[in-house]
């Protein structure tokens, strides 16, 4: 009896400490499931890390969020590298700045006052289903935040890229007369798109005389691409 009694003791122990085990597993399981859900809610911040880091800047203290638009998933990001340069009037640093855009991200803009070799850095690459992108309110947003790399790199990008849509190489051509920027026409026709285009070639080929005519050389290779495609 006292034996039987002491059987079903050191079973019901035994019993016990099963429960205990495939409770802590369970419990284990479900915090396993929590950290994975929390690494795939953050990995956009994770892949601009990872870029930032592999592009290897030189005294480099990280990055900024100029643009963090979740709605539509595309951020720009901005960070400063190298030694300070001309301190006396104020001191200005290297600048590179990013654009992550769904599962893309490049840089968009580079001012590298360093020497910092910069051949193998990873541009952003546009296709013809970037709308965002290409949308006035991305756009205005972007000049808004940093007009200097909207305008002189930003656009330029844009301006060369043959996957662009026509359209939008077409507003670029259309707001040339409301600035002087003939580094951004010259680029323009040097995309293949742009050089079978009737309507962008005739608006830069009819860009008007500033004082300088820094237009006059593109005007007049506008000019030459109109003839060969009449």
């Known amino acids: 009896m006292r034996f039987k009694r002491f059987f079903i003791v050191v079973l019901g122990v035994c019993i016990g400490i099963v429960l205990i085990f495939f409770s802590i597993q369970s419990f284990s399981k479900k915090i396993q499931i929590t950290t994975i859900d929390h690494s795939i809610s953050s990995s956009d911040n994770s892949s601009i890390d990872l870029f930032v880091k592999n592009a290897q800047f030189p ?62 850095l990873t541009f952003f690459d546009f296709e013809k289903g970037d709308s965002y992108l290409y949308s006035d309110q991305f756009m205005s947003e972007l000049k808004e935040k940093d007009d200097r790399v909207y305008q002189n790199s930003y656009l330029a990008l844009l301006a060369k890229d043959k996957d662009v849509p026509v359209s939008v190489l077409l507003g670029i051509a259309e707001v040339l007369d409301t600035y002087i920027e003939p580094n951004i026409a010259e680029t323009l026709l040097k995309n293949s798109a742009v050089q079978n285009n009737k309507e962008i070639l005739e608006i830069i080929s009819k860009l008007p005389v500033y004082r300088g005519d820094a237009y006059g050389p593109v005007r007049a290779k506008a000019a030459i691409l109109l003839n060969q495609i009449k």
């Open 59 to 120: 005294e480099s203290n990280g990055y900024t969020t100029l643009i963090d638009n979740k709605d539509n998933d595309v951020q720009v990001f901005k960070l400063s590298y190298g030694k300070p340069n001309d301190c006396p009037a104020g001191c200005f640093y290297s600048e590179a700045t990013g654009l992550k855009y769904k599962n893309k991200i490049g840089w968009i803009s580079i001012s590298n006052y360093d020497k910092f070799d910069i051949s193998k």
